[in-house]
């Protein structure tokens, strides 16, 4: 038997893929089953709590058949996306200069890779990282903006080595046959992927603090698929609690169906452009059947605490009045708030997973524990579900 604790997206797949592989499978869930992916749809539009989509792969695309949901591609609209910069949101933020000095320095960067076979200091923070590689303005306006909307922390807080190592999964993807970088998302939102998921997986609405309350016998195993909070309480001596949890927050606007807005994925806002927000999804560009009201998903890079939903509205109006040049009446306001969403890609969590490969995982295995999650060095849904193929994989080979 394998005991999982944990039914947001990561249990709930890893529990799919052990019933296939034949596994007896207990998934256990305190709180919401889903986690974080939750949709909500109303007779004005279709909204959701965190990820709209998901970056498709050849086993997401299999993943869609298995479970008999239908996925809808992003529209072509969703391929033009904006970076705001003097005054203006632009496809291409740099001029025809500092363009040029980027293909100067992305070639010597080749070259040093190449030549000098250059690594990645594991010291240094991402924003280092490309002001030596790449210059100022591409990591201004660019790459700073770019993984704020990814990460929810600034580049001067996150590990340049982190960053980079889990950005290595996508060029593995897309080098696989049939791949096409492309975001789908199931066309009733991505509660219709965890609704599948939990009609083919048992979930016992249990909450699980200590191990011993499993009584596990010598053939079980136990994989932990909560955040990396939740796990620490379960396994203490782990180090888990080292891993800095950055919270998010997120805004959907709804609006008359008249509305002007953006013809395009969205609009990132680079720090030094002083925008309360870190960007904005234009909802109805990237999916089709999320209206029939046009609605905008505004991203904080993180919660600014103290401050009221109304002062949040406020500050989100002023953007958009920025941005749009206009200050029409909203009509409706959702505002989603987690306290612990995503690891933070620092140095710590550096640290952990060097641990954790070297030394932790081989002693963890050995007591027939495991672990899955976002904090891994895996951060995306598509990464995170090809993780949890290998995982079942090796639990196959150990308990079948």
């Known amino acids: 038997m394998i005991h999982i604790i944990g039914a947001g997206f990561t249990g709930l797949t890893l529990a799919w893929e052990l019933q296939k592989a034949g596994l007896s499978v207990k998934l256990y ?8 992916l939750q949709t909500t749809i109303t007779p004005t539009h279709l909204r959701e709590s965190a990820a709209n989509g998901l970056l498709w792969t050849p086993r997401l695309e ?7 949901v239908d996925f809808l591609p992003s529209q072509q609209a969703s391929k033009k996306r904006f970076i705001f910069r003097e005054g203006k949101p632009q496809r291409w933020p740099l001029n025809v200069f500092e363009t040029f000095c980027l293909i100067t320095n992305l070639v010597k960067f080749i070259f040093k890779k190449i030549v000098f076979k250059t690594k990645v200091d594991s010291k240094i923070s991402l924003s280092e990282w490309g002001y030596k590689n790449f210059g100022q303005k591409f990591t201004d306006f660019v790459l700073t903006a770019a993984v704020r909307g990814i990460y929810a922390l600034p580049a001067t807080k996150l ?3 982190a960053i ?7 060029t593995k993807f897309k080098k696989a046959k049939r791949y096409k970088p492309t975001t789908y998302a199931p066309k009733l939102g991505m509660g219709q992927l965890m609704a599948a998921l939990q009609q083919k997986v048992s979930v016992s609405r249990t909450e699980i603090t200590q191990l011993h309350e499993l009584k596990l016998s010598d053939k079980d195993a136990v994989v932990i698929a909560t955040s990396a909070w939740d796990a620490a309480k379960i396994l ?10 950055v919270p998010l927050l997120s805004v959907t606007l709804v609006w008359p169906k008249d509305e002007p807005t953006l013809n395009g994925f969205g609009c990132l806002f680079p720090p030094n452009e002083s925008f309360f927000a870190a960007g904005v999804l234009v909802n109805g560009c990237i999916f089709e059947g999320r209206g029939p009201n046009p609605t905008e998903t505004w991203i904080m890079s993180q919660d600014p ?12 109006l002023s953007d958009r009045q920025r941005l749009f040049k206009t200050s029409n009446a909203v009509l409706e306001c959702h505002i989603t708030r987690w306290p612990k969403a995503i690891p933070a890609y ?9 641990n954790y490969t070297e030394t932790t995982e081989k002693k963890l295995a ?4 495991y672990l899955a999650g976002n904090y891994l060095g895996k951060i995306g849904l598509a990464k995170i579900y090809d993780q949890n193929i290998v995982l079942a994989e090796k639990l196959k080979a150990k308990y079948a």
Do not use: T
Not at 29 to 36: A, R, S, V
């Open 62 to 68: 299999q993943l869609a058949k298995e479970l008999q």
């Open 159 to 161: 590990n340049a080595k």
């Open 164 to 170: 980079l190592d889990s950005f290595s999964a996508v």
């Open 29 to 36: 869930e305190k709180n919401q089953i889903g986690g974080l």
């Open 366 to 369: 050995n007591k027939n524990i």
């Open 236 to 245: 203490p001596d782990i180090h888990l609690q080292n891993i800095e949890a």
């Open 305 to 316: 605490a103290g401050l009221s939903d109304d002062q949040i509205k406020q500050s989100i």
């Open 346 to 354: 620092n140095l710590e969590l550096e640290n952990f997973l060097l």
